[in-house]
């Protein structure tokens, strides 16, 4: 599975040809618990990926998570605990910590998206716009956030941007080229750039239109323009601060690259616990 073929790849990455710190411990031959705790607010998620990180490295560490992905976690709360041999918990110690403080940070940026779309019929949605590797967990990320998924690759979804519609010779040859050699039960988006794009996308078949980069002004012209033959999403210029002018439209999506490539790791701590 990709997840663990991620998780074999960072601790690769990190271990190399041996931990030259943990080593020393290993002479040891100690146990010991460390525990999880949370130096910021925030939603966790990751937990089924900083467990397989032990689990990969020493069959003999338990890990044991008090909460599950999607739970609302305070600062100074430990969350979690790790038992086991103390130089095989070092040795995984900052790989399980990257996969948590990374999702539970996207998670937690893409809960505070949805929170200013309370009360609308507006779905949040991710993009393609991930870190290379790493897209499964991120949009897993994003789900337990609350957010949707927008297509998972190219080979889930028909997107027609620019370069596709250029390719091709405009919009109605573009969707007549990706019709005739797709599934019918594959929904065909369409990347717009104006009104014009807008009104020929909605003529010519499309199933959701996405009006990039409109102003809010425009936004509404376009509404009007396809007028209910399409589904419309939104991208483009989208900020949470921005999001509440937006609300009020009569859209069905809103996309939001910023999800995932910037939101902001958080703060997690792996702590021995002595005596």
Known sequence: MLRERLIQLALEED??????????FRKQNKRGIFKYLAKDD????????????????????????YHEDGACLKKGEYFGEVEGPI??????????????????????????????????NIRLLDTRKTTPGWRVAEKYA???????NHRM????????????IDAAGGIKEAVDLVKRNIPSTVKVEVEVRDHEEARQ??????????????????IQKAIDIINKRAKI?????????????????????ISVGALTHHATSVDISLKIQKG
């Open 15 to 24: 271990i190399g040809t041996g931990d030259l710190t943990a080593r020393a």
């Open 42 to 65: 925030f939603i966790l998620c990751g937990t089924k990926s900083a467990s397989l990180v032990f689990e990969e490295l020493d069959e003999d560490i338990n890990v044991r998570f």
């Open 87 to 120: 130089y095989s918990i070092l040795t995984g110690e900052r790989t399980s910590l990257n996969f948590l403080q990374r999702l539970s940070g996207i998670a937690t940026e893409t809960a505070s998206y949805v929170k200013e779309l309370k009360g609308t």
């Open 142 to 148: 994003v789900l337990t956030g609350g957010g949707h």
């Open 153 to 164: 690759g190219l080979f889930d979804g028909v997107m027609l941007k620019d370069n596709h």
């Open 201 to 218: 996308a909605a003529e010519y078949g499309a199933d959701i239109i996405m009006l990039d980069n409109f102003a809010v002004e425009d």
């Open 233 to 253: 999403e939104i991208s483009g210029g989208i900020r949470k601060e921005n999001l509440k002018d937006y609300r009020n439209l009569d859209i069905d999506y």
